[in-house]
């Protein structure tokens, strides 16, 4: 049972568009949300993160929108650029320190 | 800080044999944890430690696999005997607080 659903599963975005990937989860003890983003060849990154006290988090051109009624959670990554073409990971946690990830989205974005 | 240093970086091995993946965290860091990915299913959590004490391990798919961590600096994820479908790329992540997860670079597997 995937905990955590992740859409879409891939994404073709246009450099200077902006890339939305969303998730949505059941779980109402989760309470971290974390991005994570993965390079060919490379483990998984911290991105950003947010916690359900709040409905947004700008880092950079990164932003996590939080829908706590929905239990929907999304990442914008606005003027995409073609370094940011990677695969994008949603996760989330409760209490133990345990990570459960979406399925992830491939991003390309195009010159 | 060198990050999470994992060896192998690429194992190719026959099926029935016995493979060893290798983890070092980083220093300070008391949460451990192995995952493996593939196309199909994703990332999949197979076990973690706190402070070198295996807390679930509900993830391990069978009893062909194994993890220890005999202290801080050290675990070991071992599959015997090894099986095609076992072909993936295994992570070694560790953390010093919830969520603060940093990834080793992975140990590409095949199974032939």
């Known amino acids: 049972q995937q905990q955590v659903k992740q859409s879409p599963q891939s994404l073709i975005v246009q450099k200077g568009g902006i890339s939305i990937i969303n998730c949505a989860y059941e779980n109402t003890a989760f309470d971290y949300f974390p991005w994570y983003q993965q390079f060919p060849g490379k483990g998984p990154a911290l991105l950003i993160a947010i916690r359900p006290d709040v409905s947004e988090k700008k880092e950079g051109r990164f932003t996590i929108s939080f829908n706590k009624s929905a239990k929907q959670f999304s990442l914008h990554i606005m003027d995409s650029q073609p370094g940011d073409s990677a695969t994008y990971f949603c996760?989330?946690?409760?209490?133990?320190?345990?990570?459960?990830f979406g399925t992830g989205t491939r991003l390309t974005v195009i010159p | 800080d060198a990050g999470v240093i994992q060896s192998p970086r690429h194992e190719v091995t026959e099926m029935g044999q016995e493979v060893t993946l290798r983890c070092k965290p980083i220093?300070?860091?008391?949460?451990l944890f192995w995952y493996r990915q593939t196309m199909m299913r994703g990332l999949e959590l197979l076990i973690y430690?706190?402070?070198?004490?295996?807390?679930?391990d509900s993830g391990m798919p069978e009893d062909r696999f194994s993890a220890k961590m005999p202290n801080a600096s050290f675990s070991t994820l071992k599959i015997q005997p090894s099986e095609p479908r076992d072909s993936a790329v295994y992570f070694c992540?560790?953390?010093?607080?919830?969520?603060?997860?940093?990834f080793g670079s992975g140990t590409r597997l095949t199974v032939v």
């Open positions: 996760a989330a946690s409760a209490g133990a320190n345990n990570l459960f």
């Open positions: 992540a560790s953390s010093l607080w919830r969520g603060g997860y940093t």
């Open positions: 220093s300070g860091h008391d949460y």
């Open positions: 430690f706190n402070n070198n004490v295996p807390i679930d």
